[in-house]
């Protein structure tokens, strides 16, 4: 019986699961439009938000940086893009025909970044989501869940956690 080294071994197993993961991408299902892209599944996207503490060279679509601050959290009703710009202590409204901001919430305008624990205020806003009616905003810094009426940007609802 031959015997073979511990490192030629290895590259026989990556040979081997080359070889079966070429045949397996093979057998993907071809996607129109997306010729000369590498990920063919997975869609294009209309906009990419990033910050300069996470750097990107992607081109692509729409993109623009937060300068010095770190979205927490995306939601979008289709008409409208709802960021948590969480070091700020605020959510921004864009419109997502033009992307630029049109509203600004737990801050008086959108210079102001003051955290707060007033119903209109945020800390630290990180999760947020949106059924297009009410946005859903995870406000860490104060423990709570504010909920807003997208109709009138107003808060509706603050729900704290139990007391222990």
């Known amino acids: 019986m031959p015997h073979f080294s511990r490192a030629s071994y290895i590259k026989g197993i990556y040979l081997m699961l080359l070889l079966v993961l070429l045949s397996l991408m093979a057998q993907l299902p071809h996607i129109d439009g997306s010729e000369g892209r590498l990920f063919a599944e997975v869609p294009k996207v209309d906009l990419v938000v990033m910050t300069p503490m996470w750097p990107t060279y992607c081109g692509g679509a729409e993109s623009f940086n937060f300068e010095n601050i770190a979205p927490g959290g995306v939601a979008s009703d289709g008409h409208r893009l709802y960021v948590s710009d969480t070091l700020n202590d605020r959510v921004i409204i864009f419109d997502l025909r033009s992307l630029k901001p049109i509203g600004v919430i737990g801050q ?3 210079h102001s970044r003051i955290p707060g624990c007033g ?3 945020l800390n630290y806003p990180l999760g947020i989501d949106t059924d297009g009616r009410w946005l ?3 406000d860490r810094g104060n423990s709570r869940l504010v909920i807003y009426d997208l109709k009138v940007i ?3 609802l ?3 956690p139990p007391p222990l």
Do not use: K
């Open 136 to 138: 859903f905003i995870a």
């Open 154 to 156: 107003e808060p509706i």
């Open 108 to 110: 008086r305008d959108l």
């Open 158 to 160: 603050v729900i704290l």
């Open 119 to 121: 119903p209109y205020d």
